[in-house]
Protein backbone atom coordinates (compact mmCIF):
# COMPACT_ATOMS: atom_id res chain seq x y z
CA UNK A 1 0.00 0.00 0.00
CA UNK A 2 1.15 2.98 -0.59
CA UNK A 3 2.20 5.54 2.12
CA UNK A 4 0.76 9.08 2.30
CA UNK A 5 2.45 11.78 0.10
CA UNK A 6 1.95 14.57 2.86
CA UNK A 7 4.59 15.67 4.78
CA UNK A 8 4.81 15.86 8.65
CA UNK A 9 2.76 18.98 9.71
CA UNK A 10 2.20 20.27 13.13
CA UNK A 11 -0.72 21.16 14.54
CA UNK A 12 -1.86 24.87 14.33
CA UNK A 13 -3.84 26.93 16.58
CA UNK A 14 -5.55 27.79 13.24
CA UNK A 15 -6.55 23.79 12.99
CA UNK A 16 -10.37 22.76 13.59
CA UNK A 17 -10.92 18.86 14.42
CA UNK A 18 -14.41 17.61 14.71
CA UNK A 19 -15.72 14.34 16.32
CA UNK A 20 -19.22 13.11 15.63
CA UNK A 21 -20.85 9.83 17.13
CA UNK A 22 -24.26 8.92 16.78
CA UNK A 23 -25.61 6.19 19.65
CA UNK A 24 -28.13 3.62 19.10
CA UNK A 25 -29.88 5.29 22.45
CA UNK A 26 -30.83 8.43 23.63
CA UNK A 27 -27.32 10.90 24.61
CA UNK A 28 -29.10 12.34 27.86
CA UNK A 29 -29.63 8.46 28.54
CA UNK A 30 -27.87 6.88 32.07
CA UNK A 31 -26.03 4.03 29.83
CA UNK A 32 -24.52 7.03 26.98
CA UNK A 33 -24.36 9.69 29.68
CA UNK A 34 -22.28 7.70 32.40
CA UNK A 35 -20.58 6.04 29.44
CA UNK A 36 -19.36 9.96 27.98
CA UNK A 37 -18.67 10.79 31.85
CA UNK A 38 -16.13 8.10 31.94
CA UNK A 39 -14.51 9.02 29.01
CA UNK A 40 -14.25 12.60 29.99
CA UNK A 41 -12.69 11.30 32.78
CA UNK A 42 -9.81 9.51 31.17
CA UNK A 43 -9.13 11.64 28.10
CA UNK A 44 -9.61 14.74 29.44
CA UNK A 45 -8.96 15.34 32.61
CA UNK A 46 -7.85 18.90 32.90
CA UNK A 47 -10.56 20.09 31.20
CA UNK A 48 -13.12 18.24 33.29
CA UNK A 49 -11.83 19.42 36.54
CA UNK A 50 -14.10 22.82 35.38
CA UNK A 51 -16.84 20.64 33.40
CA UNK A 52 -20.68 22.94 33.37
CA UNK A 53 -23.71 22.35 31.33
CA UNK A 54 -24.78 25.37 29.22
CA UNK A 55 -28.25 25.40 27.36
CA UNK A 56 -26.15 26.22 24.44
CA UNK A 57 -23.50 27.97 22.98
CA UNK A 58 -23.44 31.41 24.05
CA UNK A 59 -24.99 30.53 27.93
CA UNK A 60 -22.86 30.43 30.88
CA UNK A 61 -22.28 26.97 32.06
CA UNK A 62 -23.72 25.69 35.40
CA UNK A 63 -21.17 24.11 37.47
CA UNK A 64 -21.96 20.21 38.13
CA UNK A 65 -19.34 18.96 40.75
CA UNK A 66 -21.48 15.73 41.31
CA UNK A 67 -21.27 15.14 36.97
CA UNK A 68 -19.11 12.27 37.20
CA UNK A 69 -21.79 9.82 38.82
CA UNK A 70 -24.58 10.91 37.33
CA UNK A 71 -24.65 13.24 33.83
CA UNK A 72 -27.54 12.32 32.71
CA UNK A 73 -29.31 13.62 35.69
CA UNK A 74 -27.37 16.80 35.32
CA UNK A 75 -28.30 17.32 31.48
CA UNK A 76 -31.70 16.45 32.27
CA UNK A 77 -32.19 18.97 35.27
CA UNK A 78 -29.83 21.93 33.27
CA UNK A 79 -31.18 22.14 30.38
CA UNK A 80 -34.40 19.73 30.13
CA UNK A 81 -36.52 17.74 27.86
CA UNK A 82 -39.03 18.68 25.74
CA UNK A 83 -41.01 16.20 23.17
CA UNK A 84 -38.29 14.04 23.84
CA UNK A 85 -35.64 16.14 22.85
CA UNK A 86 -33.21 18.17 24.38
CA UNK A 87 -29.79 19.91 24.09
CA UNK A 88 -26.24 20.92 25.55
CA UNK A 89 -22.86 21.98 25.44
CA UNK A 90 -20.12 21.07 27.43
CA UNK A 91 -17.82 23.41 28.38
CA UNK A 92 -14.38 22.92 30.83
CA UNK A 93 -11.47 24.25 32.10
CA UNK A 94 -9.83 25.93 29.34
CA UNK A 95 -10.75 26.85 25.89
CA UNK A 96 -10.75 25.42 22.87
CA UNK A 97 -12.98 21.88 23.53
CA UNK A 98 -16.37 21.92 23.48
CA UNK A 99 -18.61 19.23 23.16
CA UNK A 100 -22.46 19.42 21.59
CA UNK A 101 -25.28 17.03 22.61
CA UNK A 102 -28.32 16.52 21.13
CA UNK A 103 -30.65 13.74 22.25
CA UNK A 104 -33.56 12.70 21.01
CA UNK A 105 -35.51 9.61 23.25
CA UNK A 106 -35.64 7.34 19.83
CA UNK A 107 -32.53 8.28 18.46
CA UNK A 108 -34.25 8.93 15.53
CA UNK A 109 -33.60 10.01 13.19
CA UNK A 110 -29.61 9.62 13.83
CA UNK A 111 -28.91 13.18 12.84
CA UNK A 112 -31.07 14.43 16.40
CA UNK A 113 -28.66 12.48 18.36
CA UNK A 114 -25.48 12.90 18.45
CA UNK A 115 -22.57 13.83 20.27
CA UNK A 116 -20.37 16.51 18.33
CA UNK A 117 -16.94 17.66 19.93
CA UNK A 118 -14.85 20.31 18.37
CA UNK A 119 -11.27 21.09 18.78
CA UNK A 120 -9.99 24.25 17.55
CA UNK A 121 -7.18 27.26 18.85
CA UNK A 122 -5.10 24.38 20.68
CA UNK A 123 -1.96 23.40 19.60
CA UNK A 124 -2.51 20.52 22.08
CA UNK A 125 -5.10 18.53 23.93
CA UNK A 126 -4.18 17.26 27.80
CA UNK A 127 -0.13 17.64 26.29
CA UNK A 128 -0.20 15.56 23.25
CA UNK A 129 -1.29 17.00 19.61
CA UNK A 130 -5.23 16.85 18.65
CA UNK A 131 -4.99 14.71 16.29
CA UNK A 132 -2.90 11.73 18.41
CA UNK A 133 -5.62 12.75 20.96
CA UNK A 134 -8.59 12.79 18.88
CA UNK A 135 -7.07 8.94 17.62
CA UNK A 136 -6.91 7.77 21.23
CA UNK A 137 -10.63 9.27 22.38
CA UNK A 138 -12.16 8.01 19.22
CA UNK A 139 -11.28 4.61 19.06
CA UNK A 140 -11.96 4.22 23.24
CA UNK A 141 -15.41 6.21 22.27
CA UNK A 142 -16.40 3.64 19.85
CA UNK A 143 -16.16 0.77 22.14
CA UNK A 144 -17.97 2.62 25.18
CA UNK A 145 -20.55 3.81 23.04
CA UNK A 146 -21.16 1.40 20.93
CA UNK A 147 -22.50 4.50 18.45
CA UNK A 148 -24.48 3.52 14.84
CA UNK A 149 -21.64 5.53 13.17
CA UNK A 150 -19.05 8.05 14.13
CA UNK A 151 -16.41 10.26 11.92
CA UNK A 152 -13.45 12.20 12.82
CA UNK A 153 -12.11 14.95 10.62
CA UNK A 154 -11.18 18.41 9.81
CA UNK A 155 -13.11 21.41 9.27
CA UNK A 156 -11.99 21.95 5.92
CA UNK A 157 -12.46 18.57 4.90
CA UNK A 158 -15.87 18.06 5.69
CA UNK A 159 -16.61 21.81 3.75
CA UNK A 160 -15.00 20.68 1.12
CA UNK A 161 -16.99 17.39 0.77
CA UNK A 162 -20.34 18.49 2.30
CA UNK A 163 -20.97 22.68 2.09
CA UNK A 164 -22.34 24.10 -0.62
CA UNK A 165 -22.84 28.20 -0.89
CA UNK A 166 -25.43 28.91 -3.77
CA UNK A 167 -28.50 31.00 -4.94
CA UNK A 168 -30.16 29.02 -1.38
CA UNK A 169 -27.55 29.98 0.79
CA UNK A 170 -24.56 28.03 2.70
CA UNK A 171 -26.01 24.44 3.73
CA UNK A 172 -24.66 21.01 4.40
CA UNK A 173 -25.71 18.65 1.60
CA UNK A 174 -25.88 14.35 1.94
CA UNK A 175 -25.66 14.48 6.20
CA UNK A 176 -28.79 12.35 6.35
CA UNK A 177 -28.10 8.88 7.59
CA UNK A 178 -30.65 7.25 6.92
CA UNK A 179 -30.30 8.03 2.92
CA UNK A 180 -26.97 7.17 2.71
CA UNK A 181 -23.17 8.32 4.57
CA UNK A 182 -22.08 12.18 4.41
CA UNK A 183 -18.78 10.96 3.15
CA UNK A 184 -15.48 8.84 4.02
CA UNK A 185 -13.21 10.73 6.28
CA UNK A 186 -10.28 10.44 8.36
CA UNK A 187 -11.56 8.47 10.38
CA UNK A 188 -14.77 6.28 9.71
CA UNK A 189 -17.01 3.93 12.31
CA UNK A 190 -19.25 1.30 10.94
CA UNK A 191 -21.31 0.61 13.75
CA UNK A 192 -24.36 -2.81 13.95
CA UNK A 193 -26.11 -1.12 10.84
CA UNK A 194 -23.40 -1.09 8.40
CA UNK A 195 -21.59 -4.44 10.10
CA UNK A 196 -25.47 -6.12 8.82
CA UNK A 197 -25.10 -4.19 5.57
CA UNK A 198 -21.90 -5.22 4.30
CA UNK A 199 -20.55 -7.87 6.85
CA UNK A 200 -17.90 -8.05 9.13
CA UNK A 201 -14.97 -9.16 7.13
CA UNK A 202 -16.07 -7.14 4.14
CA UNK A 203 -15.62 -3.68 6.20
CA UNK A 204 -12.06 -5.62 7.55
CA UNK A 205 -10.86 -5.96 3.92
CA UNK A 206 -10.72 -2.52 2.65
CA UNK A 207 -7.24 -1.33 1.94
CA UNK A 208 -6.97 1.39 4.38
CA UNK A 209 -3.85 2.04 6.70
CA UNK A 210 -6.35 1.67 9.89
CA UNK A 211 -8.79 -1.29 9.84
CA UNK A 212 -9.76 -2.45 13.11
CA UNK A 213 -12.63 -4.37 14.68
CA UNK A 214 -13.94 -1.51 17.70
CA UNK A 215 -17.20 -2.39 20.40
CA UNK A 216 -19.94 -4.00 18.06
CA UNK A 217 -18.08 -2.23 14.56
CA UNK A 218 -15.35 -1.64 12.62
CA UNK A 219 -12.88 1.42 12.52
CA UNK A 220 -11.83 2.57 8.94
CA UNK A 221 -9.14 4.93 9.03
CA UNK A 222 -7.83 6.96 5.44
CA UNK A 223 -4.68 8.41 6.90
CA UNK A 224 -2.68 8.55 9.46
CA UNK A 225 -2.77 12.40 9.47
CA UNK A 226 -6.04 14.16 9.16
CA UNK A 227 -4.02 16.52 7.04
CA UNK A 228 -3.45 14.04 4.23
CA UNK A 229 -7.61 14.71 3.66
CA UNK A 230 -6.55 16.71 0.17
CA UNK A 231 -3.74 13.96 -1.79
CA UNK A 232 -4.75 11.51 -4.25
CA UNK A 233 -3.61 8.64 -2.31
CA UNK A 234 -6.53 9.98 -0.34
CA UNK A 235 -9.01 10.34 -2.46
CA UNK A 236 -7.95 6.98 -4.55
CA UNK A 237 -8.59 5.37 -1.49
CA UNK A 238 -11.90 7.25 -0.10
Not at 135 to 161: H, I, Q
Request: proline residues 6%; contains cysteine; neutral net charge.
Amino acid sequence: METDPSPVRRWSKRDQLWIKLYPALSVFSREVAGALADLLSRHLPRWSEGLGVAKHADARPVMSPGWQRALSEVLTSTVGVRRGLGSAVLKGAYRGVRIYLDACDTAVPPELNHVAIEIGGLAAVEGVSPDKWALAFFEDAVGCLSPRYGNARLEDEFARKNLVDDQSGLRAIGVRLEVSLPGMYWLNYFGDPYVDLLTDSGLLSVPAPLVKRAGRGVIVGLADSPFSWDSDVYRERE
